[in-house]
């Protein structure tokens, strides 16, 4: 079988028959492990997933399919707890510890709609990057690239590759600052990260947790919809497909294409005009609240690296600290510098700044914005220059925190392509708990952000 199938296109060939499960999944594995880059699964966890295949082989022959995705193979970043299979978070200094006692919940919803478990994938050591680098288990080449080894975008960097790469039609990742969404626009996959608390989190090792949130990388915003509908336990999806009539975007005029990329502007307002001759109106408007976010890190710090120091605090203080990745260290250690007035001040302020953002949007207005203000880099130049690394993983996650800072749902939809030919990503957005009505629109606008209407 082909690989780079949707959830979708399976779906109808395991409901049919056409498939086995058990099939599926023995040539999902064999694609893994036959994969010359090792760096994408941390584990192949061949005897679940053989498990599981078997079952959902035995209820579709029975006639007791557990809907869309029963059969069906999914991949879950290293923080996602899987019974009898240790959560190393990418991390050396967790390899040790003992197997997960119980599946994560979300783990938990995808098997009872009766997904396959494969393994887990590849990630920055405790998420803690945009750009998908480890040192312990090596970073992931972005299977887009056709030149040099080129970051695939982090942490949730082995979820996107693998959905690139043609491994899975499905891989889970969580998104604090851009995990999901910069991995997915620097690989040219959908990456969806819903409004934090939309799925439980049990079960899920945290980055900073007034930010943390999930999401699924996929090959169509279509997958992503049915994904999401298990993720929090429907037994189908209740999204509808909007018209793009109804549609309504704004363009930030703030921030988000300061320094970006000649090819990444071109391709992008290349979209925009594509969305609007769709019927989908559009305007562009400066977002004060946006810069506000960058002066409040500058004077307080910011809330990941606050909330990421207090959970590691102890680690840091311990020999674990020498066994880190030092990048990681150096970022996390700068939350040791931030008071608790610092913090507090940073929550005051991040209420009022969600705010004030919903009162400059039209009623359903969309932002819409590039997700990314460049095209994926080549790792050699980050790995020598410690100064390089830093500014890039800033610049990295510039557009995105804003979205996770203002308690936002997004999802980055391949746009075109920038500089080397890379992949170029659209960045939807709408606030907080707007998840159905960002889905129903992202499902209309995908064809013409794509160029494929």
């Known amino acids: 079988m082909t690989s780079k199938k949707t959830l979708a296109s399976l779906a109808v060939l395991v409901q049919s028959g056409e498939v086995d499960p058990v099939t599926l999944t023995e040539e999902t594995l064999a694609r893994i492990e036959g994969h010359d880059d090792r760096a994408v699964f941390l584990e192949v966890t ?12 035995e209820r579709i022959r029975a006639g007791r399919s557990l809907g869309l995705l029963d059969g069906l193979p999914v991949a879950w970043k290293d923080l996602f707890d899987m019974a009898g299979s240790v959560t190393t978070a990418g991390s050396v200094v967790l390899k040790d510890q003992p197997p997960a006692p119980a599946d994560a919940a979300v783990v938990a919803a995808l098997s009872g709609a009766g997904m396959v478990s494969v393994g887990r994938t590849g990630m920055n050591e405790f998420a803690f990057s945009g750009l998908g680098f480890n040192p312990h288990y090596g970073t992931p080449r972005n299977p887009a690239a056709a030149d040099v080894h080129r970051i695939p975008g982090g942490s949730s960097s082995g979820s996107a590759a693998a959905v690139a790469a043609g491994l899975v039609p499905l891989a889970i990742g969580t998104d604090t600052g851009g995990s999901v969404r910069i ?3 620097m690989t ?5 990260k819903a409004t934090r608390g939309r799925y439980a989190m049990r079960g899920v090792f945290p980055l900073a947790g007034s930010l943390d949130s999930l999401g699924p990388l996929c090959l169509t915003v279509q997958d992503a919809v049915w994904a999401d509908a298990a993720m929090h336990s429907l037994t189908a999806p209740v999204v509808r497909r909007a018209e793009p009539a109804e549609l309504s975007l704004v363009i930030p005029e703030t921030i988000v294409f300061d320094d970006a990329e000649a090819e990444i502007v071109t391709a992008f307002e ?4 594509r969305v609007e001759a769709a019927g989908v109106r559009v305007r562009r408007q400066p977002f004060p609240s946006f810069a506000a976010i960058f002066d409040l890190m500058r004077r307080h710090g910011a809330l990941v690296n606050a909330e990421a120091y207090a959970l590691h605090r102890e680690r840091l203080a311990s020999p674990e600290a020498a066994r880190m990745d030092p990048r990681v260290v150096t970022r996390v250690r700068l939350g040791e510098k931030i008071s608790a007035s610092d913090y507090i001040a940073l929550v005051e302020a991040r209420e009022r700044l969600i705010h004030e953002t919903a009162e400059r949007l039209y009623a359903g207005e969309l932002i819409a914005h590039p997700t990314l203000p460049h095209v994926a880099p080549p790792l050699a130049p ?15 996650l510039r557009n995105t925190l804003i979205g996770n800072f203002l308690d936002f749902c997004g999802i980055s939809i391949p746009c075109g392509t920038g500089a080397a030919g890379m992949p170029v990503g659209l ?10 009505r960002l889905l129903s629109a992202a ?3 995908e064809a013409p952000i794509r160029g494929e209407a």
Request: hydrophobic share 45%; aromatic share 6%; proline share 4%.
């Open 46 to 57: 061949r005897e679940r997933a053989g498990r599981e295949a078997k079952a959902a082989s």
């Open 183 to 185: 991995p997915a626009a």
């Open 270 to 273: 290349a979209a925009i005009k």
């Open 427 to 436: 960045l939807l957005s709408a606030p907080h708990h707007q998840d159905d």
């Open 443 to 445: 499902l209309a606008l």
């Open 188 to 192: 040219g996959v959908v990456g969806y």
């Open 382 to 396: 980050l790995l020598g220059d410690d100064e390089l690394f830093f500014k890039t993983n800033a610049r990295t």
